[in-house]
């Protein structure tokens, strides 16, 4: 048995020997070929916000006569929108709603009253200033239109009460300030101050006059979220 296992094992190890040095002489093996990094995010985003809204409204006039003191309530606020970034600067375009609030406004012995809502459309723009540990703060500007609207409209001396809507559109534009943060490679989170200057609300009152509610403003803090589309 001794005779039988030296040869064999004398053949195997000639064998490793004749593969070692066929190895040798091969050219050595280059790195590995680098694979493709695939971007899955486009520069779309889409957006959508909720918030508070403090609102103010400039003293206007009621058939005639100025008003001499106005209050409205505060209200909730929220909205969509689509945009589009590239590098430190995006663009988007929001719809938001605001309302209910209720106006109410003094106007020599006459006290009127209103809900007044608003849908407001904005073209907006804003510059990053930056990153530091995923957090972005940003500033921006939005220009467009909001649709006012008073609606159950009271008037203490005439007794215009529960009259049907009114409507009318005016030039809208915003002040923004705000913070996003990345939560993941999709989403980020916006936490934003925002300055709204929505117009002149006007009701006309057949057979009675019109009303000039005054110049509707809102300073909103607002949570947004945008999900960033592949």
């Keep these: 048995m001794r005779r039988v296992v030296v040869p064999i094992g004398a053949g195997l190890l000639a064998l490793f020997v004749a593969e070692a040095a066929v190895a040798a002489d091969l050219p050595p093996l280059g790195p590995a070929p680098e694979q493709p990094i695939v971007e899955f995010s486009s520069n779309w ?9 403090l609102n103010y409204i400039f003293p206007g006039s009621a058939f ?15 909205g969509i929108g689509i945009g589009f970034r590239k590098d430190w600067f995006r663009s988007d375009l929001t719809f938001d709603y605001t309302g209910n609030p209720r106006f109410t406004g003094t106007a020599g012995p006459n006290v ?12 907006n723009g804003y510059v990053d200033l930056g ?3 995923r957090w972005t703060p940003y500033v921006g500007v939005g220009v467009g239109v909001s649709m006012l609207e008073a609606d159950s409209v009271s008037d203490s001396s005439a007794a215009l009460g529960g009259l049907s809507s009114s409507t009318n559109w005016t030039f809208a534009w915003a002040a923004h300030a705000g ?3 990345v939560i993941s490679h999709n989403w980020m989170v916006d936490f934003s101050y925002r300055y709204l200057d ?17 110049n509707l403003t809102a300073n909103q803090v607002r949570l947004g979220f945008r999900y960033q589309i592949d």
């Design 64 to 78: 005639g006569t100025n008003f001499t003191s106005t209050s409205i309530g505060d209200s909730l606020t929220g």
């Design 112 to 123: 009127v009253a209103a809900n007044i809502a608003s849908l407001t459309t904005l073209a």
């Design 45 to 53: 985003y889409a957006r959508l916000d909720i918030g508070g809204s």
């Design 131 to 133: 990153t530091w540990s």
């Design 179 to 181: 913070v996003s943060y």
């Design 198 to 214: 929505m117009g002149d609300v006007h009701s006309n009152i057949p057979g009675a006059g019109s009303i000039d509610y005054g």
